[in-house]
T-cell receptor
């Protein structure tokens, strides 16, 4: 039931791109993406609703393929501030949100 | 402050003692979640309320854990007879009713860090 995230960790140089994937074995209503920095609470990035929509703001965007029950988070021209652990949370209709184990992203200057 | 607030932020307790944490969600949010997070792991689902009804409790939770949301507003999480393995960050999150247009994201509180010695 827990979504599977890949990769587990990514190391990038500032300005490089990254893709983080999230897949579920259950039919999904929505996918949530959060970023957490060490010692802080997870911070909401975006939510993708059933219907295959793609969202984004600035250099962070995401897609949701409901047929494949997969979502991907795209980070372009990464900045130092993007470092942290990224979690996807999957939600069935009127159900709880279950989080993956996270993808650790480290940006080098 | 209109965000999710948790109290206390830190708790150190001796093994065998009982502890209680409080979460005040965003006022218009009827859904409330408790998660536990250990170092290097994602938030692990503990339990979920819709208004005052506890809809689901993780099978991973022992009977020492109990949560309430008596009036559908704030919630408490109690751990009885704490063990060292209970040491973790306990996160509370709230979200609007399912179907609220484009606003079903969950907002997290800052968490309560529990250390059992």
């Amino acid at each position: 039931q827990q979504p599977v995230q890949s990769p587990q960790a990514v190391i990038l140089r500032e300005g490089e791109d990254a893709v983080i994937n999230c897949s579920s074995s259950k039919a999904l209503y929505s996918v949530h993406w959060y970023r957490q920095k060490h010692g802080e609470a997870p911070v909401f990035l975006m939510i993708l609703l059933k219907g295959g929509e793609q969202k984004g703001h600035e250099k962070i965007s995401a897609s949701f393929n409901e047929k494949k029950q997969q979502s991907s988070l795209y980070l372009t021209a990464s900045q130092l501030s993007y470092s942290g652990t990224y979690f996807c949370g999957t939600e069935n209709r009127d159900d709880k949100i279950i989080f993956g184990k996270g993808t650790r992203l480290h940006i080098l200057p | 402050d209109t965000g999710v607030s948790q109290d206390p932020r830190h708790k150190i307790t001796k093994r065998g003692q009982n502890v209680t944490f409080r979460c005040d969600p965003i006022s218009e949010h009827n859904r409330l979640y408790w998660y536990r997070q250990t170092l290097g792991q994602g938030p692990e689902f503990l339990t979920y309320f819709q208004n005052e009804a506890q809809l689901e409790k993780s099978r991973l939770l022992s009977d020492r854990f109990s949560a309430e949301r008596p009036k559908g507003s704030f919630s408490t999480l109690e751990i009885q007879r704490t063990e060292q393995g209970d040491s973790a960050m306990y996160l509370c999150a709230s979200s609007p009713p399912w179907g609220a247009p484009r606003n079903t994201e969950a907002f997290f509180g800052q968490g309560t860090r529990l250390t059992v010695v």
